[in-house]
């Protein structure tokens, strides 16, 4: 049933850096927007990253300048690269695929940060 799969999650240090993954079924079609999503324990889910169809990006400021997301059409795939990792960036990441008609959502991949 598992239709958005992340992985890449892992513990890094500081000013570390990781790359996650997801990747959709193509079961999933007519995907305008995958995002990635993080929450941390006790916190509110809160967007990371987007990219469209297009290619177009954005990101919440707090990543801004420090994380890339890319994606590869031909794999059904978008990753997500995190550098100069901060603690303030440990939570889980989630996936998402967004259509016309629904949203969809992976398991979620664990990022943590920590000396």
């Known amino acids: 049933q598992v239709q958005l799969v992340e992985s890449g999650g892992g513990l890094v240090q500081p000013g570390g850096s990781l790359r996650l993954s997801c990747e959709a079924s193509?079961?999933?079609?007519?995907?305008?927007?995958m995002g990635w999503y993080r929450q941390a324990p006790g916190k509110q889910r809160e967007l990371v990253a987007t990219?469209?169809?297009?290619?177009?990006?954005n990101y919440a400021d707090s990543v801004k300048g420090r994380f890339t997301m890319s994606r590869d059409n031909a794999k059904n795939t978008v990753y997500l690269q995190m550098n100069s990792l901060k603690p303030e960036d440990t939570a889980v990441y989630y996936c998402?695929?967004?259509?016309?008609?629904?949203?969809?959502w992976g398991q979620g991949t664990q990022v943590t940060v920590s000396s």
């Open positions: 998402n695929a967004k259509t016309a008609w629904s949203n969809y």
């Open positions: 193509r079961s999933i079609f007519s995907i305008n927007v």
């Open positions: 990219i469209t169809s297009g290619g177009s990006t």
